[in-house]
């Protein structure tokens, strides 16, 4: 009996010392799950805005960012009092950081299409489609539990990945492209 209770025990000890790490892979698969729903929500409000709004504040050289959003542990939005930043109360169950920044696109000119243009799609005998009146972002999506300040580069005007990494703030980046829909002629 003795050395049946030895064995069982003996396998238990190895069962518990995998229950840490299958808790961090739950936790990291939750995180992830959540920053995706959180990605999903920023890309389908971007695509319901206005494309010429959504351009409208250009930061220096061919970029604009769109204001911080923050987001809880469900991935609800966090609706902010402060525009400088949340309020200690605000920051409690502030758990993600997300930063939008856009290229700026060319100018919509319709006269300047051609029909041997290399990139018009469908055919040749089709309306133009003008690459120039696309936008490419970039979403970074910071877990923040702790509410540490997220350094942000200059250049990039991203979050800086090294700098948050080496505070412990996990961040997920994610891209896609919007197109104007469609051009019209101001009056």
């Known amino acids: 009996m003795v050395l049946a209770i030895g064995i069982?025990?003996?396998?238990?000890?190895?069962?518990?010392?995998?229950?840490?790490?299958?808790m961090g892979i739950f936790r990291?698969?939750?995180?992830?799950?959540?920053?995706?729903?959180?990605?999903?929500r920023i890309i389908?409000?971007?695509?319901?805005?206005?494309?010429?709004?959504?351009?409208?504040n250009p930061i220096s050289g061919n970029f604009y960012t769109l204001p911080l959003r923050y987001f809880d542990d469900q991935g609800t939005e966090v609706r902010v009092?402060?525009?400088?930043?949340?309020?200690?109360l605000e920051r409690v169950i502030i758990l993600y950081t997300v930063r939008v920044r856009g290229s700026l696109p060319g100018k919509a000119d319709p006269t300047s299409h051609k029909s041997d243009?290399?990139?018009?799609?469908?055919?040749?005998?089709?309306?133009?489609?003008?690459?120039r009146d696309t936008s490419?972002?970039?979403?970074?999506?910071?877990?923040?539990?702790?509410?540490k300040k997220l350094e942000t580069d200059t250049v990039t005007n991203l979050i800086d990945p090294?700098?948050?990494?080496?505070?412990?703030?996990?961040?997920?980046?994610?891209s896609v492209a919007l197109t104007r829909n469609g051009y019209t002629k101001k009056p």
């Open 8 to 22: 069982v025990a003996f396998a238990f000890v190895g069962l518990l010392a995998l229950l840490p790490v299958g």
């Open 44 to 56: 389908s409000d971007l695509t319901e805005t206005e494309f010429d709004q959504l351009i409208a």
């Open 117 to 131: 243009y290399p990139t018009s799609l469908p055919s040749k005998s089709s309306s133009r489609f003008n690459p």
């Open 28 to 40: 990291e698969a939750m995180e992830t799950s959540v920053s995706t729903q959180i990605a999903q």
């Open 81 to 88: 009092t402060n525009p400088a930043g949340p309020t200690d």
């Open 162 to 174: 090294q700098k948050a990494r080496s505070s412990g703030i996990r961040l997920q980046t994610y």
């Open 136 to 147: 490419f972002l970039t979403i970074q999506i910071a877990n923040n539990p702790a509410g």
